[in-house]
Structure formats: structure tokens, C-alpha cells
């Protein structure tokens, strides 16, 4: 069996697709990397089936791990689609937010000492949220091509191994359960272009009002011409027109009392007594709140007609840019991404990440995906992001963590946490310049794509300095360097919509409507766009 890499955070029912490696795995613990707190009381969906676990020693340094045996549910086909969620009873004393594990895909029921990191069947090493409220985590596999048949019986090896320069391996008091939970959106329905047409599918809205007695509204891009569904993207529950909603004269849409819709008020934004999660002075003194995924039972998803009237950038396709990394998509050779940046890049604020309905995957993912579906191409994804990180950081470890890849393109998306320490432009793109300089040792013919980032919430501090980075990308793309311009269609955006309709954590994530957007804007300059109608 060849050796897979298992790319943090993927999925595996909905999306589960292993990727060859190209080159040898990192040694565990190589690089540390964060997972979003998920402080908040939702719980994953119920899933079709859960699977017992047995304990087993691996290999010669005795490792304690866990053996899972399942048989896919269905029958036909191959599947390249899917959640693998696995929940764990944690110690209620445990420090970490997150847990590391090596998972491994066996040929048989495991012996005691038949596997070690070597062995040909090991997947990789991956860091998976876990709630505590729970213990359950979520993890996901990217995959280049399907390789589980539905009906097939699947034997599975985790063990955990802490967060690597975090925490010590967890100690389970209990056997771990693995649940096979529902598919998540498709790739095709994620990457209709939201920037063209005259349909709208599930854009996400939040209902607010300022005072208690206030009636509870919220804002649409576009002005409808027609309302073809109002549901809540958590639960599925379908709203009722006249009951739940009404659609007003001027293009908005209210809650009247009585509504089951659940309404957000300014008072949980801005709390004045008692508060949950993190909170953040804003510009004028007041308390705002952040709990990451606070707002997915809150978050209303909108399917409506319009005229198209999108004033912001229209993503172009960069074939000047970018002819190496088109011209083996299109001869169909291996293409090797690594995407490196932030919290944002890690897929923070996708669902599927946060293992919470509908399991939407991270952009990088989404592009992987796009791309194989659009190509036909074995495009391998690394994804080397990591919460909290700024360009300093990734400068500092580019050497051990993208060079060693060799990418044929590099998706470098940093910002938001430089923007948070103050760091001049110049020192900001010195910092880039040196990531891009160690891709290029890797791969000399390597080519990148520079992302700037969405917005932050402007009652957070400065946004100026985000604008300032995107503009000094923008100064270097030309041939080998496209520019994902995420910053101005956030900015088109916000001029329509308040900032909470499109974060999931109200401060500087994105919720999985923006998560699109993400997705769309740096695909768009892989993939064509099609003509527009006529």
C-alpha cells in the first residue's frame, strides 16, 4: 500500500480522498500548530452510525493506540466524498483545546507491534478541535482520488499523540467512537461563482436589532426579486414567509415577533455584565464579544433572485501570471499546492473544520477539489497554515515546512495577525519575499499566488494596514505571481452587509459564506469563468 499524507482537517465520506505523497513524511512534532477554542453549545449532527474501538500496542516503542473496523454504508462506485467524525472522551482536567493523532489505514485487523511511523500504510498526522463540552473532534482526509468502495469493510488505526510543542499525548479514560455523520455541501454547489448571474444561492444573514422592542432585520446583497428559500444553514429548518419572515419594500428582510428565527442582539455583540468566550475592547471603548462558531444556529442562509448589480472586482484568470501551474493542469501532470498562512488559511470558520452542520471544507480544500473536478489533474494539497501566525512566523519556518515540498504553486495568505502587530508594509513584503525565496529553493520553477485578507471587523482596531499590504501585492504580480484580491471584495461587501452576517467568530474569521468567497476568488485565477449568458 503506498504511503498517503493526511492534510489536516479534510474529510472522508463527503470528501475523503488520500494523497500520494511526494516526498517523505516530516518527523511528528515537526511544527505546532493551533485549533480554534470552540466554545459554544452546539452539538455535531447525529450521526448514521457510531463504531466501538479496540485497544491495541503499536510498534516497538509501544505506542497506545486504537482500532477501528467499519463497513462503508451503500453500494455502487467508488467514493470520494464524506465526514469522518471521530469523537473522544477526553480527561475533564485536560489543558488542550485540540489533539494530535496518527492515523493509519490498515489492510487487516491490527497485531501488536505490526506497525510503526515507517510502515507503508501510515497517512500522516493531524491536529483535530475537539469541543469539550462533548469530546468530540472531527477529522477530515483529502484525497487526489476515490479509493473506498461503499459496502467495503475499512480497518482504521488512531493514535494519539498530543499536540506536537503544545501538550503532552492525552491520556483517554474511555475508548474513542468513530461516526460515519451526513455529507457536506457539494463542490459544485460551493463554487458557483457568487459574483455573476442572477441567482443567489444560500447567502448567509444574521437577524439584529439594537433594542429589545426593536423588529429584528437583516441585509441581502442584491435587492430580491424573488425569495426562493429562508432556512437555517445549522439545522435545515425551513422559515415560513409571513410567519418567520416578511420581505420589506426597501429589499430587507424582518423577523415579526413570534418568528422562530433566532435573533441576534446588540447586546450579546457589545455585553455589558456578564460575558463568554473572548472578548476585545473596540475603537470606541465598548466590549466586543468573540466566541469562534457562536453564531451558526443564529446564521440564516438566503436562496433569491436579483439583477446582478455586484460593483467590487471582478477575479480575473491568470493565464499571464500563472502559465506553468495552467499548462500542467491542462497536460494533466501531478500538480503539488501548498497553501501556508493563517488561521484563516487553516480553514478556520468552515464548518467542516469545526465538525458542525454542513461541513462545509476549508477554501483550500474547496480549490484542491475545484481544480481536479474542472482538470481532470492529480493535484496534491499541502496545507502548512497555522492559527495565530503572521508572515514573521512563516519567513522563520518556510525552510522546514514549504521548502521540503517542493510546490509547483504556493498560495501564501497572510495579514490579519501582522495587521494586529503593527507591521509596517515594507517589513510585511520583506517577510513574503522571504517564503517565496524558499519555494524557489525547494522548486526553482515554482509559481504563487499571494492572497490578501478579508477584512477585520472595523470595531477591532485599523483596517488600514490590510489595504496597505494588498496594495504592495498587488505591486508584485506579473509573471509567476498572481494576486487573489480578497481584500477589495470583502471591502464590496461590507458596503452591503454588516460584518457578523459574514465572520463566524464576529472578529476576523470568516463564517462558510465568505469561506466561498475565499475559495471562488483564488480559483478564479486557475479556472475560467464561463461566458456570461446572453
Known amino acids: 500500500m503506498k504511503r498517503f499524507v493526511f492534510t489536516a482537517l479534510a474529510s472522508f465520506l463527503s470528501c475523503y480522498q488520500l494523497i500520494p505523497s511526494a516526498s517523505a513524511l516530516p518527523a511528528v512534532g515537526v511544527r505546532a500548530q493551533a485549533v480554534d477554542v470552540l466554545s459554544t453549545d452546539l452539538k455535531p449532527a447525529t450521526p448514521v452510525k457510531s463504531y466501538p474501538s479496540q485497544p491495541v500496542i503499536s510498534g516497538p516503542d509501544r505506542k497506545q493506540g486504537w482500532s477501528f473496523t467499519f463497513k462503508l454504508p451503500g453500494s455502487g462506485a467508488p467514493s470520494a466524498t464524506g465526514v469522518l467524525l471521530l469523537n473522544f472522551a477526553t480527561p475533564p482536567e485536560m489543558p488542550a483545546k485540540s489533539l494530535a493523532c496518527e492515523v493509519y489505514l490498515l489492510d487487516g485487523l491490527p497485531a501488536e507491534g505490526a506497525l510503526t511511523t515507517s510502515n507503508e500504510a501510515f497517512l500522516g498526522s493531524a491536529i483535530a478541535s475537539i469541543n469539550p463540552k462533548d469530546a468530540h473532534c472531527a477529522v477530515m482526509l483529502e484525497a487526489q482520488k476515490p479509493f473506498l468502495t461503499p459496502g467495503q469493510t475499512v480497518h482504521l488505526l488512531m493514535i494519539p499523540i498530543g499536540d506536537p510543542g503544545k501538550s503532552p499525548p492525552l491520556a483517554l479514560n474511555a475508548a474513542p467512537v468513530l461516526a460515519i455523520v451526513p455529507q457536506g455541501p457539494a463542490i459544485g454547489d460551493s463554487m458557483q461563482l457568487l459574483w455573476t448571474g442572477e441567482r443567489t444561492a444560500d447567502e448567509s444573514v444574521v437577524f439584529f436589532r439594537s433594542k429589545p422592542s426593536d423588529i429584528a432585520e437583516a ?316
Request: hydrophobic share 40%.
Open 219 to 534: 441585509t441581502l446583497l442584491h435587492k430580491p426579486r424573488k425569495i426562493e428559500r429562508v432556512y437555517s444553514y445549522f439545522t435545515g429548518t425551513a422559515y415560513a414567509e409571513g410567519v418567520d419572515w416578511k420581505l420589506t419594500e426597501k429589499g430587507t428582510l424582518v423577523a415579526p415577533h413570534g418568528s422562530s428565527i433566532k435573533v441576534t442582539s446588540d447586546e450579546e455583540l457589545h455585553p455589558t455584565g456578564k460575558t463568554i468566550g473572548r472578548v476585545f475592547k473596540t475603537n470606541s471603548g465598548r466590549i466586543l464579544s468573540s466566541i469562534e462558531g457562536w453564531n451558526r444556529d443564529r446564521d440564516v442562509w438566503v436562496t433569491y433572485t436579483h439583477d446582478n448589480d455586484w460593483q467590487g472586482p471582478i477575479p480575473a484568470f491568470a493565464e499571464k501570471e500563472l502559465p506553468r501551474t495552467l499548462a500542467m493542469l491542462r497536460a494533466k501532470k501531478p500538480l503539488k499546492l501548498v497553501v501556508y498562512g493563517d488561521s484563516i488559511s487553516e480553514g478556520a470558520g468552515a464548518t467542516g473544520r469545526g465538525s458542525q452542520p454542513p461541513y462545509l471544507l476549508p477554501w483550500a480544500n474547496l480549490i484542491a477539489a475545484d481544480l481536479r473536478a474542472h482538470y481532470r489533474a492529480p493535484v496534491t494539497m499541502v496545507n502548512r497554515a497555522l492559527g495565530g501566525a503572521s508572515a514573521r512566523w512563516g519567513a522563520e519556518n518556510a525552510a522546514t515546512l514549504v521548502e521540503p515540498e517542493a510546490p509547483d504553486l504556493c498560495i501564501i495568505a497572510f495579514g490579519m495577525n501582522d495587521r494586529g502587530g503593527n507591521v509596517p508594509v515594507s517589513l510585511f513584503m520583506n517577510q513574503i519575499e522571504e517564503i517565496m525565496k524558499a519555494a524557489r529553493a525547494g522548486n526553482p520553477s515554482v509559481e504563487f499566488i499571494l492572497v490578501s485578507s478579508m477584512r477585520n471587523n472595523p470595531e477591532w482596531g485599523p483596517t488600514q494596514p490590510l489595504l496597505d499590504y494588498r496594495d504592495a501585492m498587488l505591486k508584485m504580480q506579473g509573471p509567476g505571481v498572481g494576486v487573489a484580491d480578497m481584500t477589495a471584495c470583502h471591502e464590496t461587501l461590507l458596503k452591503k452587509k454588516p460584518f457578523i452576517d459574514m465572520s463566524s467568530n464576529n472578529v476576523n474569521h470568516p463564517n462558510d459564506y465568505l469561506v466561498r468567497w475565499y475559495a471562488q476568488v483564488i480559483a478564479a485565477l486557475l479556472v475560467p469563468s464561463p461566458a456570461p449568458a446572453q
